[in-house]
């Protein structure tokens, strides 16, 4: 069924991702918060796993906005040196300890995607960006390409995930969801898009398992779930309408 949401006014920019990370209202004047981040599914996603099969990865690889790091330690895991970065202190201190449970070597920095100071004078040959895009306001994902930019080496590549905005129809409407359009106008002035494919993203709520209840709940959070008609991962696990963006460094 679909739940109709009252949700407060959505504004990426007032989202704090460090609340989300301690199951604390994520909007400011709200009670909305995630018990477990929707976005934490346990393992890289399987648009990345399709990706490395695909042998497009080269050099030292970045993982932005890497969150609890499963991106990244599956890379590591490969044998790529990897770094990542996110803004939330929290996550981070969870990731370095998954990555030490794993027994793999990843560099985890707390870093503002917009500016990357951290990284100045680093050269990647790859940027993974796993559900960082579309978090970003217009302004800041203008910044973030051009950030990306100065810590890459020639030839780099980014691999980008995000939600795509959906119509009002559609099984999964994410009020983070970006146009291709915007996307190739923001990445023009530093990366060459290459490709924009339709994609999934899988979350970590079960679709056998979420309630009408669950359901309401995510509508007050902009969020819209048409249990009937969503689409499943392998794992029976709620999987999104997303872009798949490959550029490579002008």
């Given at each position: 069924?679909?739940e ?35 976005w ?10 399709e ?62 995607a ?18 960082l ?15 990306l ?11 980008l ?79 999104g ?10």
């Amino acid at each position: 069924m679909r739940e109709e949401s009252n949700a407060p006014e959505f504004v990426k920019e007032n989202v704090d991702f460090e609340a989300c990370y301690q199951g604390q209202p994520f909007l400011a004047g709200t009670d909305l918060a995630f018990p477990v981040a929707p976005w934490d599914i346990g393992e890289p996603q399987p648009a990345l796993v399709e990706a490395t099969d695909r042998n497009v990865f080269s050099g030292d690889v970045l993982d932005a906005g890497c969150g609890l790091g499963e991106n990244a330690i599956f890379l590591a895991g490969l044998g790529y040196r990897v770094t990542a970065f996110d803004c939330s202190p929290t996550a981070l201190v969870r990731a370095r300890a998954r990555a030490r449970e794993c027994g793999v070597q990843v560099d985890f920095v707390e870093a503002d995607a917009t500016r990357l100071v951290e990284l100045a004078g680093r050269s990647f040959g790859t940027v993974v960006d796993s559900a960082l895009y579309h978090c970003l306001g217009a302004e800041q994902q203008r910044d973030y390409a051009a950030a990306l930019h100065g810590v890459t080496g020639p030839g780099a590549r980014l691999h980008l995930l995000c939600w795509a905005v959906a119509g009002e129809d559609a099984a999964v409407r994410h009020p983070m969801g970006v146009d291709q359009q915007s996307i190739r106008a923001t990445l023009d002035a530093h990366w060459e898009v290459l490709e924009v494919r339709t994609a999934q993203i899988s979350t970590a709520l079960i679709r056998d398992e979420l309630t009408d209840q669950g359901i309401a709940l995510f509508a007050r959070k902009g969020v819209g779930i048409d249990l009937g008609r969503t689409a499943v991962d392998y794992r029976g696990r709620i999987a999104g309408p997303a872009w798949s963006v490959s550029a490579v460094r002008r």
